[in-house]
């Protein structure tokens, strides 16, 4: 269980750099693939969807950064193990919801699959590894 803790949590911890990465492009006007739902508001042109943006950057960045860092030092602290675990939860949760809205916006990609897949395995293994 520890490898597979290991291996989601560097995938967690470059899913954050990646998404901030390219969440600062969209933002400025450039369109990438991003995986989450809350990206997609800035085609509106609103300012509501900027601020949107910028939420779905903070929380993309935010839950699969502190998930990558829990998840890499789970092994020594229980309490890191916790944050962890919830961490995980968390983000499970913004990705499912971010995979029912783009199902229902009609920008369902493969991404979204693997944006959900990523933190409920990662929850998995840390659940099983307790």
Same mark, same amino acid.
């Given at each position: 269980m520890r490898k597979l803790i290991d291996i989601t949590s560097l995938l967690c /911890? #470059? @899913? &954050? +750099?990646v998404s901030l +990465?390219? !969440? +600062? =492009?969209? #933002? @400025? /006007?450039? /369109?990438?693939?991003? !995986?989450? &739902?809350?990206?997609?508001?800035? =085609?509106? /042109? @609103?300012?509501?969807g900027f601020?949107?943006?910028?939420? !779905?950057? *903070? %929380? @993309?960045c935010g839950g699969f950064g502190a998930m990558g860092f829990y998840g890499l030092t789970s092994p020594r602290s229980v309490s890191s193990r916790k944050k962890a675990f919830i961490w995980g939860l968390v983000m499970s949760a %913004?990705? $499912?919801?971010? $995979? %029912?809205?783009? +199902?229902? &916006? !009609?920008?369902?990609n493969f991404g979204d699959i693997i944006f $959900? *897949? $990523?933190? #409920?395995i990662y929850t998995y293994g840390i659940f099983k590894s307790a």
């Amino acid at each position: 269980m520890r490898k597979l803790i290991d291996i989601t949590s560097l995938l967690c /911890g #470059l @899913t &954050a +750099i990646v998404s901030l +990465i390219f !969440g +600062i =492009r969209v #933002l @400025t /006007g450039h /369109g990438y693939f991003i !995986g989450l &739902a809350l990206f997609s508001m800035t =085609r509106q /042109g @609103t300012v509501f969807g900027f601020i949107g943006n910028i939420i !779905g950057i *903070a %929380v @993309t960045c935010g839950g699969f950064g502190a998930m990558g860092f829990y998840g890499l030092t789970s092994p020594r602290s229980v309490s890191s193990r916790k944050k962890a675990f919830i961490w995980g939860l968390v983000m499970s949760a %913004v990705c $499912l919801v971010s $995979l %029912v809205c783009s +199902i229902f &916006a !009609g920008s369902f990609n493969f991404g979204d699959i693997i944006f $959900l *897949a $990523l933190p #409920l395995i990662y929850t998995y293994g840390i659940f099983k590894s307790a």
